[in-house]
């Protein structure tokens, strides 16, 4: 080990959890500190998800301890908590790797490792997926490494999403061996909000506790013969009283706890109990502190959730300096000041108020805000309400959460033309999160909807306009995107000016090819016509601002007065570009032999990288861009008969 490394002598003989078999349980105490320390060690050199990990340290060696991965399916929610389980099957070697390119993954990967059986990034699926593999291990499916077990570790965040209860209803109902780990924190990335977390929370300062919680309620089976008569006594005892995981229990779980999650003395013999001994579904209640373990995450607001490289001795973090302020800062701020002029603008976000800017709004107007909870769908359907109500709701959520509520932005909001406005942040691709997390596809997915205004910045000042335009638009919803990280460094106005909707604009007056760009690629599209310029060609540049409704007008006259049009966007296909060739078509303008070329993401997941690096990947660059419109005036290929 080099002199920054920390002395782990355990941990340094595990190569896969198989080896924590020959630990004694005081060993196993002592081997989850040293995984504590690498885990801090490891996020100190890449960043990333720091808090989940190491609340779930002595979990996480207990698991691997009783049970027999990979046979047996650990499945892991959201999975931003499993870089301890990572280091310890057979990945430590390129744990420094996390998030970059060519490296892990941030988050569990079906395609890295026999120990992750089920990728994830997104959060409330691991109930579902467990229950999945245990009918498949009973209908007789099969695997390379076979079916045993099928263990869902949940946080008590992930916990309150309505997918959450929809497998444990399921899972209750089909009786299946199945076991569930509530991994309660209090915390997901925010503080969690709702009645569950309430409910949780009286869990435990209720008494009497563990032991007796769980003799009283339902866990007599798993108790050694003599505590069995003392139990039944205390389960008639305390029957008249709101005791115990009921609520689990109706849902048809055996319930046990709560337990303290960071105890190795309580984990393992409750796990090799149940491992001996559960038949049906199994709830267990262990509680956790986020942060665990590293006094500068425990200290910090979001318990060290999501952070930069980092000084492990101060747990200062190293972030480069800013030169322009973040399309998310921009975003808050922006909001908050429309707000201060019109009272019926309120806002809702589905449990990320710090990642949408939005806890600059919660400060200022707390009754105007509302954050969900990890429910998506519950989120865009009351912002449709909201509307229906008289207010002005900006639903602001990630792109690729978004993607989550996507039925009831059909349902409940285009179809009844309700006035949402939804701020989508995150959109295009976000660099290390990976491709869970890529804006990919919300241009396709919402500018196919009737009545649907679509807009992307191409600046944190065009952001600004499209805020106070959403704000100003009453008629139907109203959608802009803008991607994560600092703006471009333009002056911003004192206000947003409200757009002409469906309306674009032209930078840049040229010749022979338009390049027509929706969204944030405009300054790549400039250094490309940049370096055009410098051989002889000077494209035309538009911005189009909005990809529903289209500026026909301004798309036309590009095509009719141009060789070549090409259109720019951060998205998938089916998106701005298609949108633009239908109305090509339509107009018969393809007939008379316009040259047309759409730059969209490729038809791929794009692993984690720098977002410059992704790009590349994606061939959106400005030398990409550049290469593009060569090709399509036919200019390369003169300089290559020439050579």
Request: glycine share 10%.
């Amino acid at each position: 080990m080099t002199s920054d490394r920390p002395n782990t002598p355990l941990l340094d003989l595990v190569n896969r959890p198989a080896d924590l078999k020959q630990f004694s349980d005081a060993q196993l105490t002592q081997l989850a500190s040293e995984l504590r320390a690498e885990t801090v060690s490891a996020v100190s050199v890449t960043g990333g998800h720091l808090g989940a990990g190491l609340g779930v340290v002595e979990l996480t060696v207990a698991l691997h301890a009783v049970f027999d991965t990979p046979r047996d399916k650990i499945v892991w929610d959201v999975g931003h908590q499993c870089y301890p389980h990572k280091i310890l099957t057979e990945r430590r070697d390129r744990i420094r790797t996390l998030r970059m390119k060519d490296g892990l993954s941030g988050f569990t990967k079906r395609s890295e490792s026999p120990y992750d059986p089920f990728g994830a990034a997104h959060s409330s699926t691991s109930i579902s997926a467990a229950l999945g593999f245990a009918v498949a291990r009973d209908l007789g499916g099969v695997t390379p490494e076979g079916l045993g077990d099928a263990i869902a570790v949940i946080g008590d965040g992930s916990m309150s999403a309505g997918m959450a209860f929809e497998a444990m209803n399921n899972a209750g109902h089909l009786k299946k061996r199945l076991i569930v780990i509530l991994n309660d924190n209090e915390m997901s990335i925010a503080p969690p909000v709702g009645a569950l977390s309430n409910y949780l929370s009286r869990l435990y300062a209720e008494e009497p506790f563990q032991e007796l919680k769980a003799a009283a309620k339902g866990a007599v089976s798993l108790l050694p013969e003599p505590f069995r008569e003392g139990a039944k006594r205390a389960k008639e005892m305390l029957k008249g009283m709101a005791v115990g995981g009921t609520l689990f229990e109706e849902l048809g779980f055996s319930y046990l706890g709560p337990i303290d999650g960071h105890d190795m003395d309580q984990l393992l013999p409750v796990l090799r109990t149940v491992k001996a001994r559960a038949t049906g579904p199994i709830l267990i209640h262990a509680l956790t502190k986020k942060g665990k373990g590293y006094a500068p995450a425990e200290a910090a607001r979001d318990r060290g959730h999501a952070t930069a490289k980092f000084d492990v001795v101060t747990g200062e973090q190293k972030k480069a300096p800013s030169n322009a302020p973040s399309y998310t800062s921009v975003f808050g701020k922006t909001l908050v000041a429309e707000a201060a002029r019109d009272d019926k603008i309120v806002a809702v976000t589905a449990a990320m108020p710090d990642g949408t800017g939005l806890n600059l709004f919660a400060e200022r107007y707390p009754s105007r805000c509302f954050d969900v909870g990890i429910a998506e769908q519950h989120g865009v359907t009351f912002s449709a309400a909201l509307a229906a109500g008289g207010l002005k709701p900006f639903c602001a959520m990630y792109s690729t959460f978004l993607q989550r509520g996507y039925d009831q932005v059909v349902h409940d909001v285009a179809i009844q033309r309700l006035p949402v406005r939804f701020a989508i942040d995150r959109a295009g691709l976000v660099g290390a999160d990976g491709a869970t997390h890529a804006g990919s596809f919300d241009i396709a997915y919402l500018a196919n909807l009737p009545g649907m205004v679509v807009m992307a910045a191409a600046d944190e000042a065009e952001l600004m306009h499209m805020i106070a335009t959403a704000a100003a638009h009453d008629d139907g919803p109203i959608a802009f995107r803008y991607p994560r990280g600092e703006g471009v460094g333009v002056d911003l106005p004192e206000r947003g000016e409200v757009l002409e909707i469906g309306k674009g604009r032209v930078i840049q007056q040229g010749a022979r090819v338009a390049l027509l760009s929706f969204g944030t690629r405009l300054a790549e599209v400039q250094n490309a016509a940049e370096a055009l310029t410098a051989k002889g060609i000077t494209p035309t540049i538009a911005d189009a601002r909005f990809a529903k409704p289209l500026d026909r007008d301004l798309i036309l006259r590009l095509a009719s007065e141009h060789e070549a049009l090409i259109t720019i966007e951060e998205g998938a296909i089916g998106g701005f570009g298609s949108h633009v060739a239908q109305l090509l078509a339509d107009e018969g303008v393809f007939d008379h032999g316009l040259k047309y070329r759409s730059m969209v993401l490729p038809d791929i997941f794009i692993d984690q990288a720098s977002p410059a690096d992704m790009y590349a990947v994606a061939g959106m660059n400005a030398e990409q861009i550049e290469a593009k419109v060569l090709e399509v005036l036919g200019v390369a290929q003169i300089g290559e008969k020439r050579a």
